[in-house]
């Protein structure tokens, strides 16, 4: 316990004494170190007393010692030192014991929080500080369990207690700026906040939250003033809340009596003022407790009057959550509300499916609603059910619920809980979709796919995704549907889609590869550019999956259309191209053959030798001329020109990327082995020091 703190400020005072006096034994002055050697023995008589001394037993030496002599210096020296080391060993070894027994009590602590008995994990907590007091993970968990029991500056003496033992200690400045806040002391929770990424600059995200976190209380703490100031006027406006909230708190009136409750209740909410005084009156518990309001938003009766007031009370509170972030977050505390915020997506009712993806909509426009939505929602069911309004809804309702699911799929919380979804649940109507394609649904299609391609970016969906056989199918009826005919920017998204499934390896689409690489060589013939690179990008990650595939592709004049490429300005259709090219001439001879006789002197591929092109494609160009170098007579054509010395570039350092320079150093070997010759330019320019410095990199 921290009763009287200065023992602990008491025990780092005599640690520092001790290091002085270590540094006064290696002094050259005798005298220095006869001092030290009286200060020393002082000082192990006053460690060995008992802390919060309250009887004086100093004593007068009657006898005192005399100096010691400069021939016993050596001596009294070495006793001391082995005093010391004899007593840093028993500090040690309690120490041990002491670290074992307040870890012990800290576990115990731990489980106590984990059960939410803030009281007892306070106490053990506390048990292990009088064991051990320097412990800092005490203080800070300690403080967490202050934080949980409103105790709010308790806590905050327990951050001080912290950092004291670490300066630097992230968890307290946490917890502190999280107690500042309970106290509604705003700016010192800001500064508490603001430290933790002066310390680790890497947590601006999470420090960000906590400051936003900040405003919001700041925010809310300062509508509720002035809504409660406003009702102690007597203001009309302020007034006519509560009044209103009271009537639709009588029980077991007709659907028709709320529904013009709701419907006067509406326009008084839509201002700051009229949505904290909602809150502030308990509205959200008299909505939800009414059992005919509950009854309508669960779709338990079917009749038009119930239609209505399920319509008025979402209405309601898309106004009372609009710009409110403090009533959005008690909405998602109301059960009934994230039951039926779902399941009302499917109703047969066209006013109410409207209303439920406006309110949807509301959450998905701010990075709060989005994480509110992601914890309190069953999100596997809300992709089903908005799914169901994409592609088989007949409603007029499909584009405001993409957007909703594509704004919610660009959050990566909402993609980790789709992570096992099913196929039916995404899969299944976005192939249903695809294989229809028609002026009338490809608006939506457009934001679908791009929908799709973000849950694709979390790695375990992509991997589902890139196994599905009929999404394959599906793909390759829909390039071919679009490559002839108007719907070119549906192609264009699609094939950027490809593109990123076809990072993962699998069997589906090694079986699927011959078909779809043909799709894209005819695609490369058309007249859009931005279609021929996507395409060629298709084809850079498709290839290394089948050596049938490539050899295919080599068939089908695939390096002529690439070396075509290169000669262009785009520097995406570059990357791709020479990636493509690489992969070729990797498997086939023919593709080495078709390349070398196209361009004896490899002109092409030797200005793209430089990094100003981009590691990426320099890398892949050295690859590529490591594979020709294989054919007779490659590299003596290549004598008189700057090839040595450009490779010798890449390998010396000027690509920072160690696979580039690896991929230089091999050109380099393979392009001396095949043209002996090449070696004496090589030893003009020092490459063969250079050279023998990249074999680690090769082997």
């Known amino acids: 316990m921290m009763e009287n703190p200065e023992d602990f400020e008491r025990f780092l005072n005599n640690v520092d004494k001790i290091g002085q006096l270590l540094e006064d034994f290696q002094s050259s002055d005798v005298g220095v170190q006869q001092k030290a050697v009286a200060k020393a023995d002082s000082l192990i008589a006053a460690l060995d007393e008992p802390c919060r001394t309250k009887v004086n037993k100093t004593t007068i030496n009657t006898n005192p010692l005399l100096q010691p002599s400069l021939s016993s210096h050596n001596e009294s020296q070495e006793h001391f030192m082995k005093i010391m080391e004899r007593d840093a060993e028993d500090r040690s070894i309690k120490r041990m014991a002491k670290l074992k027994e307040a870890t012990a009590l800290k576990g115990k602590g731990n489980e106590a929080y984990a059960q939410q008995d803030y009281e007892a994990a306070v106490k053990y907590y506390s048990d292990g500080l009088a064991v051990l007091r320097d412990m800092q993970p005490l203080y800070t968990n300690r403080a967490q369990a202050y934080i949980k029991l409103k105790r709010y500056k308790e806590a905050i003496r327990d951050c001080e207690w912290a950092l004291k033992c670490n300066e630097r200690c992230i968890k307290a400045y946490v917890h502190m700026g999280k107690a500042c806040l309970g106290l509604k002391k705003y700016n010192e929770a800001k500064s508490c906040f603001e430290k933790i990424q002066k310390i680790e600059p890497r947590r601006e995200k999470m420090v960000k939250e906590y400051l936003d976190l900040v405003d919001s209380e700041e925010k809310k703490d300062s509508q509720e003033r ?37 419907e006067s209740l509406t326009p008084a909410v839509t201002d ?102 992601v914890d309190n929602l069953n999100v596997q069911t809300l992709v089903r059910n908005l ?17 909703v699911l594509e704004t919610f799929a660009s959050e990566e919380g909402f993609r980790l809980k789709l ?51 009929h999404c394959w199918e ?37 079986e699927h590869a011959v078909s779809l690489s043909d799709c894209c060589l005819d695609l490369l013939k058309n007249a859009d550019g931005g279609i021929v690179t996507r395409a060629t990008g298709v084809l850079s990650t498709f290839l290394p999956q089948s050596s049938e595939a490539v050899q295919h592709a080599v068939r089908r004049k695939v390096v002529q259309n690439m070396c075509w490429l290169l000669k262009g300005k785009c520097q995406t259709a570059t990357k791709s191209a020479i990636k493509t090219l690489t992969i070729c001439t990797a498997v086939s001879d023919k593709a080495r053959e078709e390349l070398v006789n196209s361009d004896k002197k490899l002109s092409t591929l030797r200005q793209l030798l430089t990094s100003s092109c981009g590691e990426v494609i320099s890398g892949n160009a050295a690859l590529c001329l490591a594979h020709c170098f ?32 690896k991929n230089a150093a091999i050109a380099l070997s393979k392009l001396c082995q ?18 023998h410095s990249c074999a680690k990199l090769i082997s």
């Open 226 to 262: 002035n809504a409660k100031q406003e009702l102690d006027k007597g203001e009309r406006k302020a007034t006519v809340v509560p009044q209103l909230l009271e009537k639709l708190s009588r029980p077991g009136q007709v659907p028709l009596y709320y529904c013009g409750g709701l």
């Open 674 to 691: 095949s043209e002996p010759r090449h070696v004496e330019k090589l030893r003009e320019l020092h490459g063969l020091e250079i050279l």
């Open 419 to 469: 992570r096992n979804m099913q196929a039916d649940c995404v899969a299944v109507p976005f192939q249903k979709m695809l294989a229809n394609i028609s002026k009338f649904n490809q608006n939506v299609l457009r934001l679908l796919i791009s929908c799709v391609g973000f849950l694709a970016e979390d790695e375990v969906i992509r991997q589902n995704l890139a196994h599905e056989q």
């Open 272 to 373: 700051c003022t009229g949505q904290t005084l909602f809150r502030l009156n308990n509205g959200f518990s008299i909505i939800s407790g009414n059992d005919v309001l509950r009854r309508c938003l669960l779709q338990k009766t079917d009749d038009l009057l119930s239609n209505d007031l399920c319509i008025s009370l979402l209405r309601l509170w898309r106004t009372i959550c609009h710009d409110n972030n403090e009533n959005q977050i008690i909405l998602m505390k109301c059960p009934v509300a994230r039951r039926s915020l779902v399941e009302l997506l499917t109703s047969g009712h066209v006013e109410v499916v409207k209303e439920c993806l406006e309110l949807l909509r509301l959450f998905s426009k701010t990075s709060h609603g989005r994480r509110l939505v």
């Open 474 to 510: 599906t793909f390759l009826t829909a390039i071919k549907q679009c490559g002839t005919s108007e719907y070119k920017d549906i192609l264009y998204l699609l094939l950027g889609l490809i593109i990123n499934l076809s990072t993962v390896t699998s069997s589906t689409m090694q």
């Open 387 to 403: 799914m169901w309004c994409i592609s088989e809804s007949k409603q007029q309702q499909e584009i405001t619920a993409v957007y």
């Open 630 to 661: 294989e054919r007779e007579g490659v590299a003596s054509h290549l004598l008189g020109t700057d090839i040595v010395l450009r490779l010798l570039r890449l390998a010396a350092g000027e690509a920072k990327n160690t696979a580039v320079q």
